[in-house]
């Protein structure tokens, strides 16, 4: 029998909270392990007993757990178990996108099997099942990225990681290695098939904008803060958190120029993604546009409801319904301002070098990932 052997054995304190470890097996050899947090010693105190009560009742009783015979536990009763000792938090996210993504995705699949009889090719059986179907995200159905699978991967891996800590497993089946590569090439040709069959459209990929669209989408966002963003966007061909980024001083209007050197995404500002500073040149209807907003030297250029520099999330919001309203496909974003710059200074004749020391990519990056064809310039392509 398991006493503890003075009022805080097994208790160690961490900051503001108190951590309950135990790593023991039974008789017959299976690991008994619990650790867990509580915010006083006094419950900490508490839930150290009734585990030590738990782990006397199963010396006494191999047969029976939580008071019931012994029976396999499916993938289903582990996630509940592990939803009330470790995932019972909702205000954090991580736990909320764990159990939404275990209901969606894997309950289905791996539900009602035992949990020892779950092993690495029942993993790799759902990815792929996954990577070959759609998932829906912000209300739009499309093949899910490698991000998605990978955290879906990782509910299944901290699940089965939990019940293990817990001796409710003895394995992980999620410890070896997934060939995301071949995943996520699989669903990129499955979706390109699909397309192909409903479209007899050359670029299927594209992401450029017609003048009529770039102006249709423009307007959607007068009188908004992502005006401000999507014209310098359309400008100068910058990224979204380059334009973000932009302050009052980064503007010389005697040399007709702007230096972007920093970018601006959740709340901080960082260096551009290649580290670099290049130098832009500035249209004379963009000078007047910017002298216009009165921008101090330290202020930025695009700013919130509440004076603050505007953030991507934000921004994105602001161009949803710009989108719907400009009937432009449902993925479209910002994003696309720059793929349609380049692409329109190329159909315009301009060096590619000189696009893409402008644009921040080498030769090779701007011709095969951000060159699209663009339908006005094929219209008339021939003399």
Known sequence: MKKAKNKDANITQRGNSYRVEIKWRLKDGTPFCRDLQRATIEDARAERDAIYEEYNRLLLNPGVRDGRPDKPMTVDALFTFICE??????????????????????????GRMPVNAVNPGDVNQLLADLAASKVKYKGVERPPSEAFLKYVFSTVS????????????????????????????????????????ESDKEDLDAKVLTDKERKRLLTGVEGTPAHIVLTLMDNLGCR???????????????TKRVRIWRTYENGKYKLTKNKQTRSIPLSKALIDYLQSL?????????????GRPLDQKPLSELVVPAVKAAKLPSQVSPYWLRHSYISRKL???????DVAKVTGHTVDTLLKNYAWAIPEALNNFVD
């Open 158 to 197: 901290r699940l089965f990681s939990l019940g293990r800590q817990h001796g409710m497993t003895t394995a992980n089946p999620c410890s070896v290695k997934v060939k995301w590569s071949k995943l996520t090439e699989e669903r990129r040709l499955l979706d390109l098939t699909e397309k192909a069959a």
């Open 347 to 353: 159909a315009e004749g301009k060096n590619p070098v």
């Open 85 to 110: 000792r470790d995932w019972s938090n909702e205000q954090d996210k991580h736990v909320r996108h764990f159990r939404r993504l275990y209901g969606k995705h894997v309950k289905a699949v791996l």
């Open 294 to 306: 009165q921008r101090g030297p330290e202020e930025a250029i695009a700013l919130n409801g509440s």
């Open 240 to 254: 979204t958190g380059e334009a973000l980024g932009l302050v009052g001083k980064d503007f010389n209007f005697e």
